[in-house]
Protein backbone atom coordinates (compact mmCIF):
# COMPACT_ATOMS: atom_id res chain seq x y z
CA UNK A 1 0.00 0.00 0.00
CA UNK A 2 2.55 2.53 0.82
CA UNK A 3 4.55 1.46 -2.57
CA UNK A 4 1.48 2.23 -4.42
CA UNK A 5 0.82 5.50 -2.52
CA UNK A 6 4.50 6.84 -3.10
CA UNK A 7 3.60 5.70 -7.04
CA UNK A 8 0.62 7.56 -7.21
CA UNK A 9 2.34 10.64 -5.44
CA UNK A 10 5.48 10.86 -8.18
CA UNK A 11 2.34 10.20 -10.90
CA UNK A 12 0.71 13.08 -9.65
CA UNK A 13 3.90 15.46 -9.39
CA UNK A 14 4.94 14.75 -12.48
CA UNK A 15 1.30 15.83 -13.79
CA UNK A 16 1.73 18.77 -12.10
CA UNK A 17 5.21 19.77 -13.49
CA UNK A 18 3.86 19.26 -17.11
CA UNK A 19 0.78 21.57 -16.14
CA UNK A 20 3.31 23.83 -14.46
CA UNK A 21 5.29 24.01 -18.14
CA UNK A 22 2.28 24.14 -20.68
CA UNK A 23 1.09 27.47 -19.01
CA UNK A 24 4.09 28.96 -20.65
CA UNK A 25 3.18 31.23 -23.28
CA UNK A 26 4.35 31.17 -26.71
CA UNK A 27 3.09 33.76 -28.66
CA UNK A 28 3.40 34.39 -32.49
CA UNK A 29 2.93 37.40 -34.14
CA UNK A 30 1.00 36.40 -37.59
CA UNK A 31 1.73 39.49 -40.14
CA UNK A 32 -1.41 40.21 -42.16
CA UNK A 33 0.60 41.99 -45.13
CA UNK A 34 3.09 38.65 -45.49
CA UNK A 35 0.64 36.84 -47.52
CA UNK A 36 1.21 38.04 -50.84
CA UNK A 37 5.53 38.22 -49.98
CA UNK A 38 7.10 36.28 -52.74
CA UNK A 39 8.62 33.54 -49.79
CA UNK A 40 5.85 33.51 -47.84
CA UNK A 41 4.82 29.49 -47.17
CA UNK A 42 3.02 30.16 -44.04
CA UNK A 43 -0.38 30.61 -45.17
CA UNK A 44 -3.20 30.39 -42.23
CA UNK A 45 -3.86 26.71 -42.48
CA UNK A 46 0.28 25.74 -42.25
CA UNK A 47 0.60 27.77 -38.83
CA UNK A 48 1.82 25.52 -36.39
CA UNK A 49 -0.77 25.89 -33.67
CA UNK A 50 -0.10 23.15 -32.05
CA UNK A 51 3.14 25.07 -31.02
CA UNK A 52 1.17 28.24 -29.71
CA UNK A 53 -0.55 29.18 -27.07
CA UNK A 54 -1.41 32.25 -28.80
CA UNK A 55 -1.51 34.10 -32.44
CA UNK A 56 -0.98 38.15 -32.20
CA UNK A 57 -2.85 39.09 -35.34
CA UNK A 58 -0.81 42.54 -37.09
CA UNK A 59 -1.57 45.13 -37.67
CA UNK A 60 -5.09 47.10 -37.36
CA UNK A 61 -4.45 50.88 -36.93
CA UNK A 62 -6.54 53.26 -35.55
CA UNK A 63 -7.61 56.61 -37.34
CA UNK A 64 -7.26 60.42 -36.21
CA UNK A 65 -11.46 59.48 -34.63
CA UNK A 66 -10.35 55.92 -33.40
CA UNK A 67 -11.95 54.19 -35.80
CA UNK A 68 -9.58 51.22 -36.51
CA UNK A 69 -8.98 49.85 -39.90
CA UNK A 70 -6.65 46.70 -41.18
CA UNK A 71 -3.35 48.06 -42.16
CA UNK A 72 -3.50 45.14 -45.33
CA UNK A 73 -7.49 45.07 -46.07
CA UNK A 74 -7.46 42.13 -48.34
CA UNK A 75 -5.35 40.11 -46.65
CA UNK A 76 -7.15 40.80 -43.65
CA UNK A 77 -10.36 39.08 -45.90
CA UNK A 78 -8.12 36.00 -46.94
CA UNK A 79 -7.44 35.41 -43.66
CA UNK A 80 -9.40 36.61 -41.12
CA UNK A 81 -12.72 35.42 -42.59
CA UNK A 82 -11.55 32.81 -44.59
CA UNK A 83 -14.42 31.79 -47.53
CA UNK A 84 -15.18 28.90 -49.97
CA UNK A 85 -12.68 27.49 -52.11
CA UNK A 86 -11.86 27.82 -55.25
CA UNK A 87 -13.13 25.48 -58.12
CA UNK A 88 -15.04 23.55 -55.93
CA UNK A 89 -12.29 22.97 -53.51
CA UNK A 90 -13.04 22.76 -49.43
CA UNK A 91 -13.86 26.03 -47.56
CA UNK A 92 -11.04 27.85 -46.31
CA UNK A 93 -12.05 28.94 -42.17
CA UNK A 94 -10.90 32.04 -40.98
CA UNK A 95 -8.03 32.42 -38.67
CA UNK A 96 -9.47 32.84 -35.15
CA UNK A 97 -11.85 29.49 -36.57
CA UNK A 98 -8.69 27.41 -37.20
CA UNK A 99 -6.77 28.43 -34.26
CA UNK A 100 -9.64 27.52 -31.87
CA UNK A 101 -9.75 24.32 -32.67
CA UNK A 102 -6.32 23.92 -30.81
CA UNK A 103 -7.05 25.97 -27.70
CA UNK A 104 -4.77 28.74 -28.99
CA UNK A 105 -6.45 32.41 -28.85
CA UNK A 106 -6.48 34.86 -31.29
CA UNK A 107 -5.40 38.68 -30.46
CA UNK A 108 -6.11 41.52 -32.64
CA UNK A 109 -2.59 44.08 -32.40
CA UNK A 110 -3.22 47.58 -33.24
CA UNK A 111 -0.52 49.96 -33.79
CA UNK A 112 2.34 48.93 -34.68
CA UNK A 113 6.18 51.46 -35.66
CA UNK A 114 5.05 52.16 -38.92
CA UNK A 115 1.19 52.77 -37.62
CA UNK A 116 1.49 54.69 -34.19
CA UNK A 117 1.08 58.37 -34.75
CA UNK A 118 -2.55 58.27 -34.76
CA UNK A 119 -2.38 57.49 -30.71
CA UNK A 120 -1.57 60.45 -29.02
CA UNK A 121 -4.92 62.29 -30.34
CA UNK A 122 -7.07 59.35 -30.38
CA UNK A 123 -5.45 58.97 -26.46
CA UNK A 124 -6.09 62.64 -25.85
CA UNK A 125 -9.63 63.33 -25.65
CA UNK A 126 -12.56 60.96 -23.98
CA UNK A 127 -14.38 60.89 -27.34
CA UNK A 128 -11.66 59.17 -28.79
CA UNK A 129 -10.77 56.61 -26.61
CA UNK A 130 -14.69 55.89 -26.23
CA UNK A 131 -14.72 55.31 -29.98
CA UNK A 132 -11.18 53.40 -30.40
CA UNK A 133 -12.32 50.61 -27.39
CA UNK A 134 -15.81 50.73 -29.08
CA UNK A 135 -14.06 49.92 -32.61
CA UNK A 136 -12.02 47.23 -30.71
CA UNK A 137 -15.29 45.51 -29.80
CA UNK A 138 -16.16 45.84 -33.38
CA UNK A 139 -13.56 44.05 -34.20
CA UNK A 140 -13.61 41.18 -31.93
CA UNK A 141 -17.81 40.21 -33.01
CA UNK A 142 -16.53 40.46 -36.73
CA UNK A 143 -13.37 38.13 -36.44
CA UNK A 144 -13.87 36.36 -32.96
CA UNK A 145 -10.86 37.66 -31.64
CA UNK A 146 -9.72 36.74 -27.93
CA UNK A 147 -8.84 39.80 -27.55
CA UNK A 148 -6.55 42.82 -27.93
CA UNK A 149 -2.96 44.00 -27.87
CA UNK A 150 -2.14 47.50 -27.75
CA UNK A 151 1.34 48.25 -30.01
CA UNK A 152 1.63 52.35 -29.30
CA UNK A 153 5.23 53.01 -30.23
CA UNK A 154 5.76 54.92 -28.20
CA UNK A 155 4.21 57.19 -25.85
CA UNK A 156 5.83 60.55 -25.97
CA UNK A 157 8.11 59.39 -28.60
CA UNK A 158 7.79 63.32 -30.66
CA UNK A 159 8.92 61.52 -34.13
CA UNK A 160 5.41 59.95 -34.01
CA UNK A 161 3.76 62.91 -33.03
CA UNK A 162 4.29 62.14 -29.26
CA UNK A 163 3.11 64.35 -26.88
CA UNK A 164 4.20 64.58 -22.71
CA UNK A 165 0.27 64.23 -21.93
CA UNK A 166 0.75 60.25 -23.93
CA UNK A 167 2.04 59.28 -20.26
CA UNK A 168 -1.33 59.82 -18.58
CA UNK A 169 -3.69 59.19 -21.68
CA UNK A 170 -2.01 55.69 -22.60
CA UNK A 171 -3.27 54.67 -18.97
CA UNK A 172 -6.68 56.31 -19.67
CA UNK A 173 -7.12 54.74 -23.30
CA UNK A 174 -6.13 50.82 -21.66
CA UNK A 175 -8.32 51.73 -18.73
CA UNK A 176 -11.18 52.41 -21.19
CA UNK A 177 -10.42 49.42 -23.34
CA UNK A 178 -10.44 47.55 -20.00
CA UNK A 179 -13.59 48.36 -19.11
CA UNK A 180 -15.17 48.10 -22.51
CA UNK A 181 -13.65 44.44 -22.81
CA UNK A 182 -14.73 43.45 -19.26
CA UNK A 183 -18.51 44.56 -20.05
CA UNK A 184 -18.67 42.95 -23.30
CA UNK A 185 -17.15 39.69 -21.37
CA UNK A 186 -19.65 39.83 -18.81
CA UNK A 187 -22.64 39.86 -21.38
CA UNK A 188 -20.59 36.75 -23.21
CA UNK A 189 -19.77 35.16 -20.59
CA UNK A 190 -16.31 35.26 -21.82
CA UNK A 191 -12.74 37.04 -20.45
CA UNK A 192 -11.27 38.98 -23.12
CA UNK A 193 -8.02 39.78 -22.77
CA UNK A 194 -6.17 42.85 -23.29
CA UNK A 195 -2.02 43.23 -23.25
CA UNK A 196 0.44 45.67 -23.82
CA UNK A 197 3.84 45.52 -25.85
CA UNK A 198 6.51 47.68 -24.34
CA UNK A 199 10.19 48.70 -25.05
CA UNK A 200 12.55 46.47 -23.37
CA UNK A 201 15.01 49.43 -22.14
CA UNK A 202 15.45 52.92 -22.32
CA UNK A 203 14.28 57.11 -21.56
CA UNK A 204 11.19 56.21 -23.55
CA UNK A 205 9.87 54.21 -20.45
CA UNK A 206 9.70 57.33 -18.13
CA UNK A 207 6.43 58.39 -20.09
CA UNK A 208 4.35 55.20 -18.78
CA UNK A 209 2.88 55.23 -15.66
CA UNK A 210 3.89 51.31 -15.23
CA UNK A 211 2.17 50.43 -12.15
CA UNK A 212 -1.20 51.60 -13.27
CA UNK A 213 -0.62 50.06 -16.87
CA UNK A 214 0.41 46.36 -14.84
CA UNK A 215 -2.72 46.55 -13.36
CA UNK A 216 -5.20 47.03 -15.91
CA UNK A 217 -3.43 45.00 -19.07
CA UNK A 218 -3.47 40.53 -18.22
CA UNK A 219 -0.13 40.71 -19.90
CA UNK A 220 2.95 42.84 -20.33
CA UNK A 221 4.82 41.61 -23.83
CA UNK A 222 8.32 43.51 -24.11
CA UNK A 223 9.71 43.56 -26.81
CA UNK A 224 13.51 42.66 -26.17
CA UNK A 225 15.05 42.74 -29.78
CA UNK A 226 16.55 45.47 -31.52
CA UNK A 227 19.00 46.40 -28.83
CA UNK A 228 21.42 46.74 -31.80
CA UNK A 229 20.71 47.04 -35.83
CA UNK A 230 22.99 48.83 -38.68
CA UNK A 231 21.20 52.12 -37.33
CA UNK A 232 23.68 51.90 -34.75
CA UNK A 233 27.31 53.27 -35.47
CA UNK A 234 29.23 49.83 -34.35
CA UNK A 235 27.57 46.13 -34.78
CA UNK A 236 26.17 44.72 -31.83
CA UNK A 237 23.88 41.52 -31.34
CA UNK A 238 20.23 42.17 -32.12
CA UNK A 239 18.97 40.17 -28.76
CA UNK A 240 21.87 39.39 -26.70
CA UNK A 241 20.36 37.55 -23.24
CA UNK A 242 22.72 38.69 -21.00
CA UNK A 243 25.27 41.82 -21.54
CA UNK A 244 28.15 40.74 -24.08
CA UNK A 245 30.56 43.25 -22.69
CA UNK A 246 30.98 44.60 -19.15
CA UNK A 247 30.64 48.28 -20.83
CA UNK A 248 27.23 47.95 -22.66
CA UNK A 249 25.22 46.16 -19.26
CA UNK A 250 21.98 47.81 -19.88
CA UNK A 251 20.80 46.57 -23.40
CA UNK A 252 20.29 43.11 -23.33
CA UNK A 253 17.27 40.61 -22.14
CA UNK A 254 18.09 39.84 -18.66
CA UNK A 255 18.77 43.82 -18.23
CA UNK A 256 15.37 44.30 -19.18
CA UNK A 257 13.55 41.80 -17.48
CA UNK A 258 15.68 42.77 -14.14
CA UNK A 259 14.50 46.11 -14.09
CA UNK A 260 10.49 45.27 -15.49
CA UNK A 261 10.61 42.78 -11.92
CA UNK A 262 13.20 44.36 -9.59
CA UNK A 263 13.20 48.06 -10.30
CA UNK A 264 9.13 47.98 -11.40
CA UNK A 265 8.21 45.43 -9.37
CA UNK A 266 6.17 43.86 -12.06
CA UNK A 267 5.33 39.89 -11.34
CA UNK A 268 7.54 38.23 -13.25
CA UNK A 269 4.46 35.98 -14.78
CA UNK A 270 2.91 38.40 -16.23
CA UNK A 271 5.94 39.27 -18.50
CA UNK A 272 6.69 38.07 -21.89
CA UNK A 273 9.65 38.40 -23.48
CA UNK A 274 9.97 39.00 -27.32
CA UNK A 275 12.46 36.54 -29.45
CA UNK A 276 13.19 37.35 -33.06
CA UNK A 277 13.02 35.40 -35.72
CA UNK A 278 14.94 37.21 -38.00
CA UNK A 279 18.80 38.81 -37.94
CA UNK A 280 20.13 42.35 -38.47
CA UNK A 281 23.53 42.70 -40.73
CA UNK A 282 26.49 44.56 -40.74
CA UNK A 283 28.24 45.65 -44.26
CA UNK A 284 32.06 46.09 -44.47
CA UNK A 285 32.48 44.68 -41.01
CA UNK A 286 33.81 41.42 -39.59
CA UNK A 287 33.63 41.52 -36.02
CA UNK A 288 31.46 42.94 -33.21
CA UNK A 289 31.72 46.28 -31.74
CA UNK A 290 33.83 47.67 -35.00
CA UNK A 291 32.35 50.10 -37.73
CA UNK A 292 30.40 49.32 -40.35
CA UNK A 293 28.31 50.44 -43.26
CA UNK A 294 25.02 49.94 -43.07
CA UNK A 295 23.27 47.10 -43.69
CA UNK A 296 24.13 44.85 -46.60
CA UNK A 297 21.76 45.22 -48.90
CA UNK A 298 24.32 44.10 -51.95
CA UNK A 299 24.55 40.25 -50.51
CA UNK A 300 20.89 40.01 -49.28
CA UNK A 301 17.77 40.68 -50.00
CA UNK A 302 16.18 42.50 -46.68
CA UNK A 303 18.06 44.69 -44.23
CA UNK A 304 16.12 42.83 -41.86
CA UNK A 305 16.74 38.72 -42.58
CA UNK A 306 14.08 35.95 -41.63
CA UNK A 307 15.88 32.56 -39.84
CA UNK A 308 14.58 31.23 -42.98
CA UNK A 309 16.28 33.16 -45.28
CA UNK A 310 19.55 32.89 -43.12
CA UNK A 311 19.27 29.42 -43.27
CA UNK A 312 20.26 28.13 -46.70
CA UNK A 313 23.42 30.97 -46.30
CA UNK A 314 24.72 29.21 -43.14
CA UNK A 315 27.45 26.92 -45.13
CA UNK A 316 28.69 30.56 -46.73
CA UNK A 317 29.74 31.82 -43.19
CA UNK A 318 31.29 31.08 -40.20
CA UNK A 319 29.20 31.02 -37.05
CA UNK A 320 30.88 32.46 -34.00
CA UNK A 321 29.28 32.05 -30.55
CA UNK A 322 29.08 34.86 -28.06
CA UNK A 323 29.06 32.53 -24.53
CA UNK A 324 28.64 35.85 -22.33
CA UNK A 325 26.16 37.21 -24.32
CA UNK A 326 24.47 33.81 -25.43
CA UNK A 327 24.14 34.82 -28.80
CA UNK A 328 25.31 33.36 -32.44
CA UNK A 329 26.70 35.76 -35.15
CA UNK A 330 27.53 34.76 -38.78
CA UNK A 331 30.88 36.29 -40.20
CA UNK A 332 30.54 36.18 -44.08
CA UNK A 333 34.08 37.02 -45.39
CA UNK A 334 33.94 37.11 -48.69
CA UNK A 335 31.10 39.57 -48.58
CA UNK A 336 33.00 41.51 -45.87
CA UNK A 337 29.77 41.17 -43.85
CA UNK A 338 28.71 40.30 -40.26
CA UNK A 339 25.12 39.10 -39.55
CA UNK A 340 23.40 38.91 -35.98
CA UNK A 341 20.50 36.68 -35.26
CA UNK A 342 18.71 34.14 -33.07
CA UNK A 343 19.52 30.20 -33.96
CA UNK A 344 18.22 26.73 -32.00
CA UNK A 345 20.58 27.22 -29.20
CA UNK A 346 20.19 31.06 -28.37
CA UNK A 347 16.71 30.49 -28.63
CA UNK A 348 16.32 27.31 -26.19
CA UNK A 349 18.78 29.88 -24.08
CA UNK A 350 16.39 32.19 -23.87
CA UNK A 351 12.97 29.04 -23.42
CA UNK A 352 15.37 28.07 -20.75
CA UNK A 353 15.30 31.96 -19.12
CA UNK A 354 11.45 31.61 -18.96
CA UNK A 355 11.37 28.78 -16.83
CA UNK A 356 14.44 29.50 -14.60
CA UNK A 357 12.46 32.91 -13.63
CA UNK A 358 9.17 32.39 -14.04
CA UNK A 359 8.21 34.76 -16.60
CA UNK A 360 4.79 34.32 -18.41
CA UNK A 361 6.67 33.30 -21.71
CA UNK A 362 7.87 34.20 -24.97
CA UNK A 363 6.27 36.61 -27.33
CA UNK A 364 7.77 35.70 -31.51
CA UNK A 365 8.43 38.64 -33.85
CA UNK A 366 7.15 36.85 -36.30
CA UNK A 367 6.00 33.24 -36.53
CA UNK A 368 6.60 33.02 -40.61
CA UNK A 369 10.44 33.53 -39.98
CA UNK A 370 11.71 30.66 -39.19
CA UNK A 371 9.43 28.42 -41.53
CA UNK A 372 11.25 26.66 -44.14
CA UNK A 373 10.04 24.78 -47.27
CA UNK A 374 9.51 21.42 -45.89
CA UNK A 375 7.15 22.77 -43.37
CA UNK A 376 9.66 22.57 -40.03
CA UNK A 377 9.94 25.04 -37.89
CA UNK A 378 12.73 25.17 -35.98
CA UNK A 379 13.08 27.66 -33.72
CA UNK A 380 9.60 27.26 -32.53
CA UNK A 381 10.06 23.49 -32.02
CA UNK A 382 12.92 24.64 -29.84
CA UNK A 383 10.90 26.52 -27.59
CA UNK A 384 7.79 23.99 -28.10
CA UNK A 385 10.00 20.98 -26.75
CA UNK A 386 11.17 23.28 -23.55
CA UNK A 387 8.03 24.38 -22.42
CA UNK A 388 6.99 20.78 -22.92
CA UNK A 389 4.37 21.04 -25.40
CA UNK A 390 2.59 17.91 -26.62
CA UNK A 391 1.06 17.51 -30.05
CA UNK A 392 -2.38 19.19 -29.86
CA UNK A 393 -2.13 21.07 -26.65
Known sequence: MKNTVNMLLVVLISFAAVGESQTKQIIGYYPSWKWKAERSLMSPDKIPFDKLTMINYAFFYPLPDGH????????????????SGSRGGSARQGLASLAHRYGVKVVLSVGGWEDSNNFPQVASNEEGRVQFAHSCLEQIRAYDFDGIDIDWEYPGYTDHRGMPSDKKNFTRLLRTVRDSLSEYG???????????????????????EMDSIAAIVDALNIMTYDFNGPWDSLSGHNAPLYAP???????????SFRFYTQTLKIPAAKINLGVPFYGHSYSNCTALYCAHSGADTVHLSDAEMSYCDLVP????????????????????????????????QSVREKANYVLDHNAGGLIIWEITGDYLPDGTSPLLDVIASAFRFPAGH
Open 186 to 208: RERVTKYLLTAALPASGPILANY
Open 313 to 344: MLHQCIRMWDDRAKAPYLICRDWRTLISYDDE
Open 68 to 83: LVGRDTVGDALILRGG
Open 245 to 255: RTNDTSRNVDA
